[in-house]
């Protein structure tokens, strides 16, 4: 029987975001998570405690697992895993941007799984998706199956399609959030309750659905309103942040609608 057919026995090696959500989810579907390092022991002690695991502060004191998650800032990947014999370990890390290949020596197993979402500690979160890649094909099978222990949204790309899709999940995630905040101090900044505006953004975030989100795009950009567009400027004048932003965005709409 292929190891991956029952629960695995899994170690993280890290306990921020990403760690906190995956070992929760491993734990809360059976499997035996054994394991939390950290180089703070307090964080590694309250992410074990919730799982039921050992934390440990060493590297050296990690013991054999059928998997290792290694779940820590993308800089610090290469650095963490040169540290350690993994044997014959599945290994994986957690990361969009980084090759499946900072892990190559370090196991002959190893590939990436990552959570296509944006995770925060302590805020629970639906169904996550999955995009995992494997050294190998028998190692991507491994991988595909440990994700749909606990997702049933899992897909397979290649490193350069996994890179791409992390570039527009910063789009959509990062930039858009970013976007949202900038709204948010505008409205403050002119006494009135960013409130009025969460049932547009809910209703803009449900456009999705179904795709071709052009054909979907509304504003004065999109119908060419000269006169709305030189208000708005009008509004923007002195705020060189918002102005530049606003134009660009302006200009890309034009362009496509």
Known sequence: ?????IRPCISFIGAGNVAWHLASRYH??????MQVWSRQRAHAGELAERVGAEAVVSLKELVTADVIVVAVRDDAIGE????????????????GSVDADVLSGVSSRYGVLWPVQSLVRGQRCGDIPFV??????????????MARIISSHV?????????RAHF???LVSNFGNAINALAEEYMVRGGADFALLRPLIETTAGKVAGGGLWDKQTGAAA??????MAAHRELLAGDDELLQLYDLMTKIIEKRC
């Open 132 to 145: 995992v890649e494997g050294v190998d094909e028998p190692t991507a099978a491994a991988i595909e199956q």
């Open 1 to 5: 029987m292929n190891k991956m057919d």
């Open 28 to 33: 809360e579907a059976g499997c035996r998570v």
């Open 168 to 170: 527009a999940a910063t």
């Open 223 to 228: 119908r060419h309103d000269e006169h709305t």
């Open 80 to 95: 963490v895993v040169r540290q350690i014999d993994f044997g014959d370990a599945l290994v994986v890390h957690t990361a």
């Open 155 to 163: 897909y397979r790309l290649d490193g350069r399609q996994r890179r």
